[in-house]
Nanobody
Framework: QVQLVESGGGLVHAGDSLRLSCAAS????????MGWFRQAPGKEREFVAA????????HYPDSVKGRFAISLDDDKNTVYLQVDPLEPEDTAVYYC???????????????WGQGTQVTVSS
């Protein structure tokens, strides 16, 4: 079983930066691709960032390119999402995901975290 635990969310201000963390545990976790999704009020859950298991490649949708950055720590068991600068439209619950299967322009993760709330004030 793979377990994912997000942290770092909270109330922040537009124009600031934010870094979310996701700690992974479980068998074969270091061999999984990792990613982040978000669900804003009144909207569907959307893909925002992905990284390969080795950290060699990243992928972002056009909607967040230039502001979002995903990275892995050295042991590959923690994935980060940095947002700079924040916009009010970034307000959402952010979900960590693992073992992403490509599907169209997005992915179908096999594992999900429980989410962390990010609220961006204008």
């Amino acid at each position: 079983q793979v377990q994912l635990v997000e942290s770092g969310g909270g109330l922040v201000h537009a124009g600031d930066s934010l870094r979310l963390s996701c700690a992974a545990s479980g068998r074969t976790k270091s061999s999984f691709s990792m990613g982040w999704f978000r669900q804003a009020p009144g909207k569907e859950r959307e893909f925002v960032a992905a990284i390969t298991a080795t950290g060699a490649h990243t992928h972002y949708p056009d909607s967040v390119k230039g502001r979002f950055a995903i990275s892995l720590d050295d042991d590959k068991n923690t994935v980060y999402l940095q947002v700079d600068p924040l916009e009010p439209e970034d307000t959402a619950v952010y979900y960590c995901a693992a073992d992403l299967v490509p599907y169209g322009s997005s992915y179908l993760p096999n594992y999900w975290g429980q989410g962390t709330q990010v609220t961006v004030s204008s």
